[in-house]
Nanobody, 117 residues
Framework: QVQLVESGGGLVQAGGSLRLSCAASGRTFSRYYMGWFRQAPGKEREFVAQITWNTGNTAYADSVKGRFTISRDNAKNTMYLQMNSLKPEDTAVYYC??????????WGQGTQVTVSS
């Protein structure tokens, strides 16, 4: 069974930085896509970024391009989201997710990120 556990959320001032981590277990993830999503209060969950585990290819939502960086450490089975130049509108619960194909099949429990103005 795949397990995903996020950490690293918190409260930060606008313009600051945070790094989120997602520890993955239960599978060999070489065939997986791994992603970050977020959900702000009263809004739908939205895509933030994804990485292909074996190739390291990445993709980002337009709203975070140039500010956020997704990466993974194969040896630690951990994915990261480095978030710089944070804005109040980045405030949300951030979730990591995993899939092989199609829909995102596995989700973490989420970690709160709050950016104060």
């Amino acid at each position: 069974q795949v397990q995903l556990v996020e950490s690293g959320g918190g409260l930060v001032q606008a313009g600051g930085s945070l790094r989120l981590s997602c520890a993955a277990s239960g599978r060999t993830f070489s065939r997986y896509y791994m992603g970050w999503f977020r959900q702000a209060p009263g809004k739908e969950r939205e895509f933030v970024a994804q990485i292909t585990w074996n190739t390291g290819n990445t993709a980002y939502a337009d709203s975070v391009k140039g500010r956020f960086t997704i990466s993974r450490d194969n040896a630690k089975n951990t994915m990261y989201l480095q978030m710089n130049s944070l804005k109040p509108e980045d405030t949300a619960v951030y979730y990591c997710a995993a899939k092989i194909v199609g829909n995102w099949s596995y989700w973490g429990q989420g970690t709160q990120v709050t950016v104060s103005s």
